[in-house]
C-alpha cells in the first residue's frame, strides 16, 4: 500500500477526533484528543503504519503530544490479549479506537461504547461490518485493503515467472471474511490461463501443517498464498 493511502486511513479517525464531544464552557480548558490504537501484532511490524498514521493526523492539524495523544496497545501475536487491552483504553478514556488486522474482530465482540475505526485485509461486508462499502453499521467504520482481484493477478504474475506453470497450490483461511471471493478469483483465472489450482484451508496452524504435507506430497510448481494474518 503506498504512503499516500496510508494516510488516507487516518482521515476518517482525525474527522471523527474533530466531531468528538467538546465541554459546553466556551472558556473550559479543553484535553488534547485521545485515540486509542489496538493491534495484536508486535510494535516493530507496524513502524511504517504508525508514521503513516502520524503523517495523516498532522495533516488535519493534529499533531501527537501537541493537540492529540496516541495510546498504543501491542498484543504481541496473542489475540486473547486484546479484550483486556481495550477494557484499559475504555478506563483511561479514550475518544475512539483504532484497530489494526485480526484485533478488529476482537474488539466488535466486546461491543465498546467507542468509535471503532478499523483497517482489515477481509471485506467488511462479509464480515458484518457494514451493510455496503459506503455504508458502515454503528459505530464502526474504516478501510479494507483487500481487493480480491489481486488472487487473480498473483496468477498471472507467477505465469510470467513459470512459463510453463499448469500446477498451483492456492493456500487461504476459509474463516476470513471475502474469502470466498478470493477463491473464486484465483479459480476463474486459473481457468482462463489453464492451470490446475488446488485450494488448501488453512483456518488453524494444524491445518497450515496439514497444508505443508500436502504441498510436499503433490508437488505443485507455485503457491498462491491468500491474505491472512
Do not use: C
Not at 10 to 22: C, I, K, Y
Not at 75 to 90: C, H, Q
Not at 112 to 135: R, T
Request: glycine share 8%; charged share 20%; no cysteine.
Amino acid at each position: 500500500m503506498s504512503l499516500p493511502r496510508r494516510r488516507m486511513v487516518l482521515g476518517g479517525a482525525s474527522t471523527m477526533v474533530a466531531m468528538a464531544p467538546r465541554g459546553a464552557g466556551a472558556q473550559a480548558p479543553r484535553r488534547p484528543a485521545r485515540i486509542g490504537w489496538i493491534t495484536a501484532q508486535q510494535p516493530a511490524s507496524l513502524t511504517p503504519y504508525l508514521q503513516a498514521m502520524r503523517a495523516g493526523l498532522a495533516e488535519q492539524g493534529y499533531v501527537e503530544g501537541h493537540n492529540i495523544s496516541i495510546e498504543y496497545r501491542y498484543g504481541n501475536d496473542d489475540l486473547t490479549t486484546v479484550p483486556s487491552l481495550a477494557r484499559d483504553l475504555t478506563k483511561l478514556p479514550v475518544d475512539l479506537i483504532v484497530s489494526q488486522g485480526a484485533a478488529t474482530w476482537e474488539l466488535v465482540k466486546l461491543d465498546l461504547p467507542l468509535p471503532l475505526v478499523y483497517l482489515i485485509s477481509a471485506d467488511p461486508v462479509s464480515a458484518g461490518f457494514a451493510e455496503s462499502l459506503a455504508h458502515p453499521t454503528g459505530n464502526k467504520t474504516g478501510l479494507t485493503l483487500m481487493l480480491f482481484e489481486f488472487a487473480a493477478k498473483r496468477l498471472e504474475l507467477l505465469r510470467e515467472m513459470v512459463p510453463n506453470l499448469h500446477k498451483v497450490a492456492v493456500v487461504g483461511n476459509p474463516e476470513h471474511a471475502g474469502s470466498a471471493l478470493e477463491r473464486a478469483s484465483s479459480e476463474n483465472k486459473a481457468r482462463d490461463l489453464k492451470i490446475a489450482v488446488d485450494y488448501l484451508p488453512t483456518s488453524t496452524r494444524a491445518a497450515l501443517g496439514t497444508a505443508f504435507e500436502t504441498i510436499d506430497r503433490e508437488k505443485p510448481q507455485a503457491v498462491s498464498l491468500l491474505a491472512d494474518g
